[in-house]
């Protein structure tokens, strides 16, 4: 249930992401927006320990 779940939730993020400017800036935690569905372009990937526990951290910029 919990993968699709987040395959779910990173297609919704995905479709709002299209609609935003070029240049803009979009962060994920562990998953990465697809370039080719969204137009976003993945800047750096880190990882950075939270309050939860380490993370992947993915920063993206809207290329297209």
């Not at 800036?25 to 309050?51: A, K, N």
Request: charged share 25%.
């Amino acid at each position: 249930y919990q993968l699709f779940t987040s395959v779910k939730l990173m297609k919704e993020v995905s479709d709002i992401a299209k609609g935003m400017k070029v240049g803009s800036f979009f962060i994920t935690f562990t998953h990465i927006l697809s370039e080719v569905d969204t137009g976003f372009s993945l800047l750096e990937e880190l990882r950075r320990e939270m309050s939860w526990g380490c993370a992947d951290i993915f920063i993206h910029t809207k290329t297209k």
